[in-house]
């Protein structure tokens, strides 16, 4: 490892390290609060973190990035609270300085190049889509994570739907639908109401409906094009709802959402009380394994290196579902990942540094 020094505890190393956030994602902002999260654990560790924008990257007046991790507290990027709303991302496009059409800021490659490992805390589109993943494999830069295939595979919904139905990971029954297509109702698509439509390839449950009426199908697509070119539409399981965190191919406890009001939503997922999440789940000792083993089905049949999560439904009879796969959950105060990986006794500090230790192994 390049002048990495070891310390005396389990794989700790002290090293220059890039916390990846931001972008151009609707889910840009819970980004930051996953990168101040791990910024500030990686810190305590000892490491040399800058916590930076892929968007809007770094730079000043001499562009002379010498010692720059002995400067990391101060060229780190500022963050604040989640907003109760996507943010606007035409705005942050117009905030940037040099209004490049590189997706990459000023400086970004450089000093991920100059890190012992980027810590990818990215969220939503270019992120968890694996195309940073496969520029940097070009680049020769060590990332945390799965690979760029599986995160491919993992970000479009319609895809990896198709994939559990052909492996046997039971999934809600659904399809795609891409805009300007016939899908005046849900029958036209073998579906019955009520039914589930989100976007394809985004995260947060950002523009997700529940329809329980004819009449509110139209006024789902329309939200769902909001965001994204092609839509999944699917059967609508009523029951709980649960994750399950996987890491190095191995399942977590499962974890169970209750939120206060509503659906498990961008709102819910991001304001503190409102949800009420139970490590371990009250479940049946075997509804509970047969979920942690679908977890692990689902990371093998991707490919989802390191560590990921899973999110379930189950209905009144017992039979689970698998929603979709996570391959960069949520490192924020209320994510349910570092939860679980509480309730086999590892905190915080110690899931971060598990999963670089995890992801470097692929070097």
């Known amino acids: 490892m390049k002048g990495a020094k070891h310390i005396e505890r389990e794989w700790l190393y002290i090293m220059k390290i890039v916390v990846l956030a931001g972008g151009l994602s609707t889910e840009r902002d819970v980004s930051f609060k996953t990168g101040e999260m791990v910024t500030k654990a990686l810190r305590e560790d000892g490491h040399q973190v800058i916590l930076l924008d892929v968007f809007m990257g770094y730079s000043d007046k001499e562009e002379d990035l010498t010692g720059i991790f002995g400067r990391a507290e101060e060229v780190s990027v500022k963050t604040g609270n989640i907003p109760e709303v996507a943010p606007d991302l035409a705005e ?29 805390a990215l ?6 889509n694996g195309k940073i ?47 300007g297509e016939n899908a005046e109702c849900a029958g036209a698509l073998g579906l019955s109401l009520p ?79 409102s949800a009420v999440e139970t490590c371990p789940a009250d479940l049946p000792e075997e509804v509970a394994e047969k979920m942690q083993r679908y977890a692990e089905a689902v990371a093998q049949v991707l490919g989802l290196e390191t560590y990921s999560r899973m999110d379930f439904l189950m209905n009144a009879e017992h039979e689970v579902f698998c929603l979709e796969a996570n391959t960069l959950p949520g490192m924020t105060p209320t994510s349910l990942l570092p939860q679980e990986a509480q309730a086999v006794g590892m905190n915080f500090n110690q899931l971060c540094e598990k999963i670089i230790e995890l992801s470097l192994r692929r070097y």
């Open 123 to 128: 969220h939503g589109e270019n992120g968890e």
């Open 195 to 273: 039914c589930v439509v989100k976007p394809c390839r985004g995260g947060s449950s950002i523009g997700v409906s529940i329809v329980r009426t004819q009449d509110e199908f139209g006024d789902a697509l329309a939200e769902g094009f909001r965001w994204e070119n092609e839509l999944v539409i699917e059967e609508y399981i009523e029951g709980r709802e649960f994750s399950v965190g996987v890491m190095d191919y191995r399942a977590l406890p499962v974890i169970e959402i209750a939120p206060v009001e509503g659906f498990y939503d961008y709102r819910n997922k991001y304001k503190a009380g």
């Open 92 to 120: 942050i496009k117009a905030g940037r300085a040099d209004q490049s059409d590189n997706f990459f800021g000023p400086n970004v490659i450089e000093l991920c190049r100059m890190a012992d490992v980027v810590f990818m």
């Open 133 to 179: 993943q496969a520029a940097f494999d070009l680049f020769g830069i060590r990332y945390t994570g799965t690979g760029y295939l599986g995160s491919a595979l993992a970000m479009d919904k319609g895809m990896a739907k198709q994939l559990f139905v052909q492996n046997g990971i039971p999934t809600p029954k659904g399809v795609s639908v891409t805009r």
